[in-house]
Antibody, heavy 125, light 107 residues
Framework: EVQLLESGGGLVQPGGSLRLSCAASGFTFSTYAMTWVRQAPGKGLEWVSAVSGSGGSTYYADSVKGRFTISRDNSKNTLYLQMNSLRAEDTAVYYC??????????????????WGQGTLVTVSS | SYVLTQPPSVSVAPGKTASITCGGNNIGGKSVHWYQQKPGQAPVLVIYYDSDRHSRIPERFSGSNSGNTATLTISRVEAGDEADYYCQVWDSSSDWVFGGGTKLTVL
């Protein structure tokens, strides 16, 4: 059974940093691209970033480019999202999610087949 | 940037058929994926590649895609189908794109 468990969320001041982690199990982690999607309170889904199975290819939404960094440690079956220069508009539940393919960071296979339960990030003074 | 347009809400009586649309420029040329999100829960994949059902999704859920509109159809709607539904595509100029979501209300 695929399981994705996010951690690292919390309250941070504007301009601060936070690192999210996602522990994966139930599948061969290194052979699937992974992604982060967020959802502001009462709002819809917004794609944030994606990384290929090897970690060699990364993609970012324009809204986070230059501030967020996605990475993965395949030896630990863990996905990360380093978030710097946080803004109030980054407040959201952040979901870790699995794609159906090793290189599904772009193209027709760029979708999510399993989601984690999410971790809340609140940016406020 | 590529935009997906969904109706904010759709209402349907139990046992009837609900259709949720997702509009986009020549969306028929893209692969459309649909997610269901119940209150307080993470989204769940329902339909991928326009019309393929994900595992454990009832046959009552189906999808189609042509021209400028993709459609998620739910037959014999049940109270448990009440949720928000999101369409999603990948676009070369916009990367991953989600629709704004449609709240399905079962009357």
């Amino acid at each position: 059974e695929v399981q994705l468990l996010e951690s690292g969320g919390g309250l941070v001041q504007p301009g601060g940093s936070l690192r999210l982690s996602c522990a994966a199990s139930g599948f061969t982690f290194s052979t699937y691209a992974m992604t982060w999607v967020r959802q502001a309170p009462g709002k819809g889904l917004e794609w944030v970033s994606a990384v290929s199975g090897s970690g060699g290819s990364t993609y970012y939404a324009d809204s986070v480019k230059g501030r967020f960094t996605i990475s993965r440690d395949n030896s630990k079956n863990t996905l990360y999202l380093q978030m710097n220069s946080l803004r109030a508009e980054d407040t959201a539940v952040y979901y870790c999610a699995k794609t159906p393919d090793e290189v599904a960071v772009a193209g027709t296979a760029a979708f999510i087949d399993y989601w984690g339960q999410g971790t809340l990030v609140t940016v406020s003074s | 940037s590529y935009v997906l347009t969904q109706p904010p809400s759709v209402s349907v009586a139990p046992g009837k058929t609900a259709s949720i649309t997702c509009g986009g420029n020549n969306i028929g040329g893209k692969s459309v994926h649909w997610y269901q999100q119940k209150p307080g829960q993470a989204p769940v994949l329902v339909i991928y590649y326009d019309s393929d059902r994900h595992s454990r999704i009832p046959e009552r859920f189906s999808g189609s895609n042509s021209g400028n509109t993709a459609t998620l159809t739910i037959s014999r709607v049940e109270a448990g189908d009440e949720a928000d539904y999101y369409c999603q595509v990948w676009d070369s100029s916009s990367d991953w794109v989600f629709g704004g979501g449609t709240k399905l209300t079962v009357l």
